[in-house]
């Protein structure tokens, strides 16, 4: 029999509801990141690499030609055409990449990372099927389209969803799988180029991201972006539950906030405001800088090998070599930027420090006629050389309000690929048919290196100031519509 009162106890009205434990924790989300950003890069290096990108045919003095290799050589192209290549794709990437940061302010952000990673997969099966240099250009273009919405939005993500004190080394982890995607590409299209023939290379990379692909339209990352409104809930993203506005009260929000309405002005606002921040401009001239060397050696780093060194396997030897470098030095880099407190101030010392040594043992490396001693001294130069990954990012992200983020990452992208390694991997490819000489070509890029720790060494004395936690304009509107939501609730 039921006693009296006991429905009004108040330990069952006050006992919090049990929290479901949700399967999709911050750090298994941004390890879903992290291998969409390796299996990215490992098309960098599989468009790089021997077994795919191939060779020319060669023609002795009696006119006798062999025949050419993957790519280069089934559809003949110059060098300068195959640095095209490689540009090609960073055209579709520059163009997207303010598209999608543009959108990211009216549709869900994750969801834009799913279309962007939809067309990266129909993009790199029609690489696979192309006939010709033209067509597969066009398709290069479309995977760089594809890859815009995850360089945009990606990193933002993660530095909302990494613990305070290890920020920088979940960053790390992130731009890890840069240098450690493009060298399993030299080893991965080495392989299969050799085997089963260059096609089968971008075949199998499709099917390893169709799962990705539908991954992303199934989960929900475990919190909103800073500084942006729940697209799907309509909620802003706060920690405040609220009620849905009434019809008045969207009324009065619509007329309050009309500008927010056009796309193209909210976008021209954005842009004005990023590029009146003096320490992202220090820091994406340097990152440009930077960029122009990493874009050839990634690019032609395997075939300078072989032909300064003679290297037998140069894929196998620059694919292990950048792996285990580009970990060491980018979680490095990372790791002691979470250790020495990391204010913009130092991380401009790091990414001045780390970048004027690596040159120095790069440049030092392809002066020596021993491949032993180039491959030890130019060891020690990437592990430096990668350091900077995660820090740079960093500074991006940090030196703008919440809300300009993605558009901050995505006018970098745009930035460092138009100015950086979209002209180098040509430019080294017309240089190096000019010289014909590898070890000159190579020397020359790399002391564009020295000017990057310059331009990065400016930032040091810079008023730099830390943004990340600023409230923006929109940030305001949402508060005002909550307090105005939680005073009528109040009310009534």
């Known amino acids: 029999m039921t006693k009296v009162g006991q429905r009004d106890s108040p330990a069952k009205e006050e006992a919090p509801p049990a929290t ?57 192209l110059t ?27 009216r549709f869900n952000p994750f969801k834009l990372i799913g279309v962007g990673l939809t067309v990266w997969t129909i993009a790199v099966i029609g690489c696979g099927f192309s006939y010709n240099f033209w067509m597969i250009a066009v398709f290069r273009m479309f995977v760089g389209v594809g890859e815009a919405s995850f360089i945009s939005l990606a990193a933002p993500y993660i530095d909302d969803s990494a613990p305070v004190a290890r920020k920088n080394f979940w960053l790390g982890l992130f731009y890890m799988c840069i240098p450690a995607g493009v060298a399993l590409g030299y080893v991965f299209g080495g392989y299969i180029g050799n085997h089963l023939g260059w096609r089968w290379a971008f075949y199998i990379e499709a099917i390893a991201m169709a799962v990705f ?60 405001a990023l590029f ?46 950048t792996i285990i470098c580009g970990i060491i030095g980018t979680l490095g880099g990372s790791y002691v930027l979470d250790r020495i407190n990391a204010t913009l101030s130092n991380t401009f010392k790091l990414l001045a420090a780390s970048t004027l040594l690596g040159a120095a043992f790069c440049f030092t490396a392809f002066l020596m006629k021993n491949m032993y001693a180039f491959i030890a001294l130019f060891a020690v130069g990437e592990i430096l050389i990668f350091a900077p990954q995660a820090p740079v990012n960093f500074v991006c992200l940090h030196c703008v309000r919440p809300n300009l983020r993605p558009l901050s990452m995505a006018s ?6 138009i100015l950086g390694d979209v002209p ?4 080294y490819g017309k240089m190096q048919d000019h010289l014909k000489n590898w070890r000159k070509s190579t020397l020359i890029i790399t002391s564009i290196l020295f000017l990057a720790a310059i331009i990065w060494g400016i930032g040091i004395f810079m008023n730099s100031v830390d943004r990340s936690n600023e409230v923006s304009e929109d940030d305001e509107v949402e508060e005002d519509k909550l307090e105005s939501k939680t005073e009528n609730s109040t009310l009534a």
Request: aromatic content about 10%.
């Open 79 to 105: 060098n300068f055409e195959d640095g095209l290549l490689s540009s090609a794709f960073m055209v579709g990437l520059l163009v997207a990449s303010p598209i999608f940061a543009g959108l990211s302010k």
């Open 424 to 427: 180098s991997s040509p430019f």
């Open 20 to 76: 479901k434990k949700r399967f999709l924790t911050p750090g298994r989300f941004v390890t879903i990141l992290c291998i969409i950003n390796l299996i990215n890069y490992v098309d960098r290096g599989v468009i790089a690499s021997n077994g795919v990108n191939g060779s020319s045919k060669v023609c002795d003095a009696k006119g006798v030609c062999s025949a050419g290799t993957g790519i280069q050589g089934e559809f003949n």
């Open 276 to 321: 009146s921040e003096k320490v992202f401009i220090v820091n994406v001239l340097g990152y440009i800088t930077y960029n122009f060397v990493i874009g050839a050696y990634s690019y032609w780093g395997p075939k300078a090998g072989f032909g300064i060194y003679k290297m037998k396997n140069a894929d196998m030897i620059f694919g292990g070599l």
């Open 213 to 272: 692909v539908i991954l992303s339209f199934c989960i929900k990352p475990p919190q909103q972006l800073k500084g942006f409104a729940d697209k799907d809930s309509k909620k802003p993203s706060t920690s405040i539950e609220t009620v849905a506005p009434t019809d008045a009260e969207a009324s009065q929000i619509k007329t309050k906030t009309p500008k927010s309405k056009n796309l193209v002005v909210l976008f021209g606002k954005d842009l004005k």
């Open 412 to 417: 970098s992208t745009v930035l460092i690929h």
